[in-house]
C-alpha cells in the first residue's frame, strides 16, 4: 500500500507537469469558471505515464471486481482501457458515440455476449453523466454493469449520482488529494487550494432521473441518505438506536462526535460535562483511562442522561463471534452495560456481528461497521468495503452505520456515516497517519453524516469554543447539502 500511495503522489506530480492538471481560471462545459482543470487526453503523448495510470487502476480496483469485460468511456479513457485490457487480458468493448449508419449499424463494437460483466474506465468524474450514457447503451445491448473505475473524481456529484443509480465508482485519487499533494510538494499555494474547495463546495451538480441535465429532483426520483433531512431519516431507520441518535441530531442540531481521547477519569467527565450540550455522540476510547472504575461509568451515564447525547466506545472489535461476545459483555469494562454503540471491523466475517448480538439480548444497543479508515496507507480496498457492506445489510436490527470516509459507501437513508480524521486547523499529524479534512468538505464532499473530531476540540486551548464552532460549522454544511441537493 505504501508503495501504491509513493506511485499515486508521483504520478500526481507528473500530472502537474506536463499540464494535465492545471490551475487558473477556466470556462467549463456548464458556463462556470472553474479554477482548475483536468486534461488527462494529454498523456497519450507521454507512454511511461499511461502506463502508470492504467497499471494503479488495474492494482487498485479492478483486479478486484468480477468481471469479464471492460469498457472506456470514450474517448479519453480508451486509450487507458486499452493497455488494461492487454496488460490484464480483460476483453475489451468500445460504445460508439453514434451507431454505424451502414453495414452492421452496431453500437458496441467487441465480441460480448448478454450478460457478460464490463466495469466502466473513466478518466475524469464531474456529474458522471459520461458515465450513465455509456452505461445505458452498454446495458441495452444486455452488459452488466455496476462498477466504475476512474482516475480523477473532481468531487462535484459524480460518486453521489453514479450511485444513486447504483454504479459503485472507485476512484484513484480525488481532487482534494491532488491538492493536498501539490500542496506538500510546494507545487500549489494555500490560496489556490483555498479557491479550488470554495469552488467545489459551491458548484456540486445532482442529476435528474433522466441521467443527462442538472435539474430538480422530481417527485418520481427517490431521495437519497444525502438529501434527506435527518428529521425525516429518523423514521425510516430500523435500529431503535439509529433512531434514536438522529432525533438527537434534530433536537440539539448537532452532527458533533467529540473523541475523548483522554487518559483520566477526570478529564474525561470534564469533558463529558463541558462539550456535552454541544454534541449528539461522545466516543470514548475507555482502555486507555488509567484509574477506570465502575463510578466514572456512572458519571459517564448521568452526563449523557443531562446533555442528551449517545455514549460510542470505539473498541473496533475484531474477532470470532465467541471472543467478541466476552469482550464485550465481561472483563474489566462491561462495554454492553453502558455503551449505547460500539465499533465494529467486519476482517472476520458475519460472525463479528452475530458475536455481538448475542451478547444484548434484551438491551437496545447497535455498532458501526468500520469499512474504511482515514489513515494513510490504510489497507481497505474497494472489494473489502462491498463486502463489508453485504454484512451490514443483512443486519438491520444491530447496524446503526458505517465508519467511512467516501458519500457512495452507503444508501441507506436509514442508517449513518460517521467520519473521522476531521479538523479545522491540521491537514495531518504527521508519522502518525491520521489524515484530516475541513467541516465542510466531509459532510459536502465526503458524505458523513456525524464527524468525529478528537485533537480540534481536546487539545484546543478552549475545548469548549472549539466545541461549538465545529458544532456550528458541521452543522451548517449539513443543512446546506440538503439543500442544495434539493434545488440542484
Ligand atoms: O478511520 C478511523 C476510525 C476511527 N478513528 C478514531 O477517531 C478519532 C480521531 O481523533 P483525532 O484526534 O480527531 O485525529 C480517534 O479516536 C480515532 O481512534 C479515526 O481517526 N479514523
Same mark, same amino acid.
Given at each position: 500500500?505504501?508503495?501504491?500511495?509513493?506511485?499515486?503522489?508521483?504520478?500526481?506530480?507528473?500530472?502537474?507537469?506536463?499540464?494535465?492538471?492545471?490551475?487558473?481560471?477556466?470556462?467549463?462545459?456548464?458556463?462556470?469558471?472553474?479554477?482548475?482543470?483536468?486534461?488527462?487526453?494529454?498523456?497519450?503523448?507521454?507512454?511511461?505515464?499511461?502506463?502508470?495510470?492504467?497499471?494503479?487502476?488495474?492494482?487498485?480496483?479492478?483486479?478486484?471486481?468480477?468481471?469479464?469485460?471492460?469498457?472506456?468511456?470514450?474517448?479519453?479513457?480508451?486509450?487507458?482501457?486499452?493497455?488494461?485490457? =492487454?496488460?490484464?487480458?480483460? $476483453?475489451?468493448?468500445? !460504445?460508439?458515440?453514434? @451507431?454505424?449508419?451502414?453495414?452492421?449499424? &452496431? +453500437?458496441?463494437?467487441?465480441?460480448?455476449?448478454?450478460?457478460?460483466?464490463?466495469?466502466?474506465?473513466?478518466?475524469?468524474?464531474?456529474?458522471?453523466?459520461?458515465?450513465?450514457?455509456?452505461?445505458?447503451?452498454?446495458?441495452?445491448?444486455?452488459?452488466?454493469?455496476?462498477?466504475?473505475?476512474?482516475?480523477?473524481?473532481?468531487?462535484?456529484?459524480?460518486?453521489?449520482?453514479?450511485?444513486?443509480?447504483?454504479?459503485?465508482?472507485?476512484?484513484?485519487?480525488?481532487?482534494?488529494?491532488?491538492?493536498?499533494?501539490?500542496?506538500?510538494?510546494?507545487?500549489?499555494?494555500?490560496?489556490?487550494?483555498?479557491?479550488?474547495?470554495?469552488?467545489?463546495?459551491?458548484?456540486?451538480?445532482?442529476?435528474?432521473?433522466?441521467?443527462?441535465?442538472?435539474?430538480?429532483?422530481?417527485?418520481?426520483?427517490?431521495? =437519497?441518505?444525502?438529501?434527506? $433531512?435527518?428529521?425525516? !431519516?429518523?423514521?425510516? @431507520?430500523?435500529?431503535?438506536?439509529?433512531? &434514536? +441518535?438522529?432525533?438527537?441530531?434534530?433536537?440539539?442540531?448537532?452532527?458533533?462526535?467529540?473523541?475523548?481521547?483522554?487518559?483520566?477519569?477526570?478529564?474525561?467527565?470534564?469533558?463529558?460535562?463541558?462539550?456535552?450540550?454541544?454534541?449528539?455522540?461522545?466516543?470514548?476510547?475507555?482502555?486507555?483511562?488509567?484509574?477506570?472504575?465502575?463510578?466514572?461509568?456512572?458519571?459517564?451515564?448521568?452526563?449523557?442522561?443531562?446533555?442528551?447525547?449517545?455514549?460510542?466506545?470505539?473498541?473496533?472489535?475484531?474477532?470470532?463471534?465467541?471472543?467478541?461476545?466476552?469482550?464485550?459483555?465481561?472483563?474489566?469494562?462491561?462495554?454492553?452495560?453502558?455503551?449505547?454503540?460500539?465499533?465494529?471491523?467486519?476482517?472476520?466475517?458475519?460472525?463479528?456481528?452475530?458475536?455481538?448480538?448475542?451478547?444484548?439480548?434484551?438491551?437496545?444497543?447497535?455498532?458501526?461497521?468500520?469499512?474504511?479508515?482515514?489513515?494513510?496507507?490504510?489497507?481497505?480496498?474497494?472489494?473489502?468495503?462491498?463486502?463489508?457492506?453485504?454484512?451490514?445489510?443483512?443486519?438491520?436490527?444491530?447496524?446503526?452505520?458505517?465508519?467511512?470516509?467516501?458519500?457512495?459507501?452507503?444508501?441507506?437513508?436509514?442508517?449513518?456515516?460517521?467520519?473521522?480524521?476531521?479538523?479545522?486547523?491540521?491537514?495531518?499529524?504527521?508519522?502518525?497517519?491520521?489524515?484530516?479534512?475541513?467541516?465542510?468538505?466531509?459532510?459536502?464532499?465526503?458524505?458523513?453524516?456525524?464527524?468525529?473530531?478528537?485533537?480540534?476540540?481536546?487539545?484546543?486551548?478552549?475545548?469548549?469554543?472549539?466545541?461549538?464552532?465545529?458544532?456550528?460549522?458541521?452543522?451548517?454544511?449539513?443543512?446546506?447539502?440538503?439543500?442544495?441537493?434539493?434545488?440542484?
Amino acid at each position: 500500500m505504501a508503495e501504491f500511495e509513493s506511485k499515486l503522489k508521483d504520478l500526481i506530480i507528473k500530472l502537474h507537469e506536463i499540464e494535465a492538471v492545471k490551475f487558473g481560471l477556466f470556462k467549463m462545459k456548464s458556463g462556470i469558471d472553474s479554477p482548475v482543470y483536468i486534461d488527462l487526453r494529454s498523456i497519450i503523448s507521454y507512454p511511461a505515464i499511461l502506463e502508470t495510470v492504467a497499471e494503479l487502476l488495474w492494482e487498485f480496483a479492478i483486479k478486484d471486481i468480477d468481471c469479464n469485460q471492460l469498457c472506456g468511456v470514450p474517448y479519453a479513457a480508451m486509450p487507458i482501457a486499452t493497455l488494461i485490457s =492487454s496488460y490484464s487480458k480483460t $476483453p475489451m468493448v468500445i !460504445r460508439r458515440k453514434e @451507431a454505424k449508419k451502414y453495414g452492421t449499424k &452496431k +453500437l458496441i463494437e467487441g465480441k460480448f455476449s448478454p450478460g457478460d460483466k464490463c466495469v466502466i474506465v473513466e478518466d475524469v468524474v464531474t456529474s458522471g453523466s459520461s458515465i450513465l450514457e455509456t452505461i445505458m447503451d452498454l446495458q441495452s445491448e444486455g452488459l452488466r454493469v455496476t462498477s466504475a473505475v476512474v482516475v480523477v473524481d473532481r468531487e462535484q456529484g459524480g460518486n453521489y449520482n453514479l450511485s444513486e443509480k447504483g454504479v459503485t465508482m472507485h476512484s484513484l485519487c480525488t481532487l482534494s488529494q491532488i491538492l493536498q499533494v501539490l500542496k506538500d510538494a510546494g507545487r500549489v499555494n494555500q490560496e489556490i487550494v483555498d479557491s479550488v474547495k470554495k469552488y467545489l463546495a459551491a458548484s456540486q451538480i445532482h442529476l435528474d432521473s433522466t441521467f443527462f441535465t442538472a435539474q430538480p429532483l422530481t417527485e418520481s426520483v427517490k431521495p =437519497s441518505r444525502l438529501s434527506l $433531512p435527518f428529521s425525516v !431519516r429518523a423514521d425510516q @431507520a430500523t435500529n431503535p438506536v439509529a433512531a &434514536k +441518535l438522529l432525533k438527537i441530531m434534530v433536537a440539539k442540531q448537532s452532527n458533533l462526535c467529540v473523541a475523548a481521547d483522554v487518559t483520566s477519569a477526570s478529564k474525561l467527565i470534564a469533558l463529558a460535562e463541558t462539550v456535552g450540550p454541544y454534541v449528539c455522540l461522545f466516543k470514548t476510547h475507555i482502555d486507555i483511562v488509567e484509574d477506570f472504575s465502575a463510578q466514572l461509568i456512572q458519571q459517564l451515564l448521568a452526563a449523557a442522561q443531562k446533555h442528551n447525547f449517545l455514549l460510542i466506545e470505539d473498541r473496533k472489535f475484531a474477532d470470532i463471534g465467541h471472543t467478541v461476545s466476552l469482550q464485550y459483555s465481561h472483563g474489566t469494562y462491561k462495554i454492553c452495560s453502558w455503551a449505547d454503540l460500539v465499533t465494529v471491523h467486519p476482517v472476520p466475517g458475519e460472525g463479528v456481528i452475530t458475536g455481538l448480538k448475542s451478547a444484548v439480548a434484551d438491551l437496545h444497543r447497535g455498532c458501526f461497521i468500520v469499512v474504511e479508515m482515514s489513515s494513510a496507507g490504510n489497507l481497505t480496498t474497494p472489494s473489502y468495503i462491498s463486502s463489508s457492506m453485504e454484512i451490514c445489510k443483512k443486519h438491520p436490527d444491530f447496524v446503526v452505520g458505517v465508519v467511512c470516509q467516501t458519500p457512495s459507501t452507503l444508501n441507506n437513508p436509514g442508517l449513518l456515516q460517521l467520519t473521522p480524521g476531521v479538523s479545522l486547523d491540521c491537514q495531518n499529524d504527521g508519522e502518525l497517519g491520521q489524515q484530516y479534512n475541513s467541516p465542510e468538505d466531509v459532510i459536502m464532499l465526503r458524505g458523513a453524516d456525524i464527524a468525529v473530531v478528537g485533537r480540534g476540540i481536546v487539545q484546543a486551548a478552549d475545548p469548549v469554543q472549539a466545541a461549538q464552532e465545529y458544532r456550528t460549522k458541521l452543522w451548517a454544511a449539513y443543512e446546506k447539502r440538503v439543500s442544495s441537493l434539493k434545488l440542484a
